[in-house]
């Protein structure tokens, strides 16, 4: 057992830890500033010299369509004006969501679909951290000691051919950024589905039936639990209503969804390689 002369000599004053936290600050502001002189930031869409980190060039950014209020209450598609606090779409009224409420970062275009490329395809999974601060801010509010963040998987061959899941990395930076609990292993792939643009909505939900499940992790974890489904691309909608169906018949009180970037327009071209 330490004495007390021992304690005292380990101790360590908070002036003294304050004086050290500063100096800690310091040296990674001094190294942020060498890193940045010699490798300086980059936008991640056009590779123009930007002023910080994960931030866009002036023209790139004015060209992303962000997406937000005022839009439908559930599955969050934008409306050209307020129309009242918790309205819905068309869809929404004729079809209840699967999930209380669905979210994305922008509209699906040029800047969405480089930065999702790269990342995928470039490997440059730094950027699952430039999409989850984004992200953030559509967890505003939220309690979130109470937030299970939960990917939506990649079948295993996929994943062992591309070495990680994107919505993976997502969740994990997400969970960093904004707080929360990411389970990364909470659902699993079945088997593999096909790309789902440009089929019927009866086809596409014929083609995910059963192609999703929960983990023995997911079956521990999801009961009671507000569950936030994260995935990188929202194409037809299909794939995440699947996942959502899991996890409410898993007992989760409550499933949303929120993901970097959703197609809007039914013939935006969307390369078949995004698909997962």
Not at 66 to 93: N, Q
Not at 220 to 237: A, N, S, Y
Request: aromatic letters at 6%; proline letters at 5%; hydrophobic letters at 45%.
């Amino acid at each position: 057992m330490a004495s007390k002369s021992e304690n005292r000599l380990t101790a360590i004053h908070p002036a003294q830890q304050k004086v050290r936290q500063d100096g800690m600050q310091a040296l990674r502001q001094i190294g942020t500033a060498i890193l940045d002189f010699a490798l300086p930031p980059r936008c991640p869409n056009c590779l123009d010299i930007v002023a910080a980190q994960d931030s866009f060039c002036t023209p790139c950014w004015r060209s992303i369509h962000f997406l937000g209020d005022p839009c439908c209450a559930a599955c969050g598609l934008p409306f050209a004006y307020d129309m009242g606090e918790g309205a819905l779409c068309g869809a929404c009224h004729a079809t209840p969501s699967p999930f209380d409420r669905a979210r994305a970062v922008m509209a699906y275009g040029e800047v969405a679909r480089t930065v999702v490329l790269r990342f995928k395809y470039g490997r440059r999974t730094g950027h699952a951290r430039l999409i989850a601060r984004h992200m953030a801010r559509h967890l505003a509010g939220m309690d979130m000691a109470q937030v299970l963040l939960v990917p939506v998987p990649l079948h295993r061959w996929r994943l062992w051919s591309r070495g990680f899941n994107q919505a993976a990395l997502i969740a994990r930076a997400l969970a960093r950024e904004a707080g929360g609990e990411a389970l990364v292993d909470g659902l699993v792939r079945t088997r593999r589905t096909p790309p789902l643009r440009r089929m019927s909505a009866a086809r596409r939900r014929r083609l995910v039936q059963g192609a999703f499940a929960l983990s023995p992790m997911g079956v521990e974890r999801v009961r009671g639990r507000h569950v936030v489904l994260i995935d990188d691309i929202q194409t037809t909608g299909a794939t995440a209503a699947s996942c959502a169906r899991m996890l409410r018949q898993g007992g989760a009180a409550r499933v949303d969804f929120l993901c970097w970037a959703r197609v809007l327009d039914a013939e935006e071209e969307q390369p078949a390689s995004l698909a997962d």
